[in-house]
């Protein structure tokens, strides 16, 4: 039987991150730009999906299946082998991820991080945090938001 590295979206997830404070052991810092290039996967199909996302993680899975010239079926089934999940699920993780950087790192509203998310409201943000965050937005931002953000962080405008 064939074996697949099960692909998680940490994998294939791009920053919305563009410069990190580094401090050096001499003491010096400075803005460091994070990388932003997609490393392969070793899937085809998994890389597809991941550009797509980094590029609008609004993605919709009904309409991004149809452009791979795969049957539904047979997209679902490939997937879930590389994944262990659904497309649907997988971009919902990748959404979340990106709300968490949104929350952590800057100061946005919460329906703006939802619309840039790809979240179809603040409301729908919150409630997929507390199903599977256990926490609100609001938690989640004052647990992980460094006090001083604004000047150990860039980030994508």
Known sequence: ???FKKIQVKDIYVSILT???VKYENGW???EPIEKNLQPTGSELIDRVAKALAKDCRL???AFIQTTG???TDFRVLFRLHTGQSLKEFIKQYQQMRACE???YTDLKY???AKRSGFASHS???HYFRKTLKCTPTDYRQQHRPKNFREIYMWEK
């Open 102 to 104: 949104w929350l952590a």
């Open 111 to 113: 329906t703006e991080i």
């Open 29 to 31: 810092m400075r803005m």
């Open 60 to 62: 919709e899975a009904r």
């Open 124 to 126: 729908s943000m919150g």
């Open 70 to 72: 795969l049957t539904p």
């Open 19 to 21: 410069k990190r404070l």
């Open 1 to 3: 039987m064939m074996q």
